[in-house]
């Protein structure tokens, strides 16, 4: 069964950065689209950014300019560089793969003063 474990979260403040990683179980990065998704207390989960298994991205409006989603095949590793931190970006991010519907367990980032 396919794992993806996501790391790299934590507590930053306005307008720093961090990076988060999603490792694969298995060699799944080369063919698949990979997804960051993010879920804020009382709010539905959010598409955050998108990469296709050629390599095309898509982001959300809140987060273009700022965020940048990338893969490492030789890894398994799909990272989320997170840059210009708001507060509105706390939340807990999930890693998705669409094909099989497999979710990581998640990983909290909060931004705070």
């Known amino acids: 069964q396919v794992q993806l474990v996501e790391s790299g979260g934590g507590l930053v403040q306005p307008g720093g950065s961090l990076r988060l990683a999603c490792a694969g179980s298995?060699?799944?990065?080369?063919?698949?689209?990979m997804a960051w998704y993010r879920q804020a207390p009382g709010k539905q989960r959010e598409l955050v950014a998108r990469?296709?298994?050629?390599?095309?991205?898509t982001y959300a409006d809140s987060v273009k300019g700022r965020f940048i989603i990338s893969r490492d095949s030789t890894k398994n590793v799909v990272y989320l560089q997170m840059n210009s931190l708001k507060p509105e970006d706390t939340a807990v991010y999930y890693c998705?793969?669409?094909?099989?519907?497999?979710w990581g367990q998640g990983t909290q980032v909060t931004v705070s003063s």
């Open positions: 990469i296709g298994s050629l390599g095309a991205t």
């Open positions: 298995e060699s799944i990065y080369k063919t698949y689209t």
């Open positions: 998705w793969r669409p094909f099989g519907d497999v």
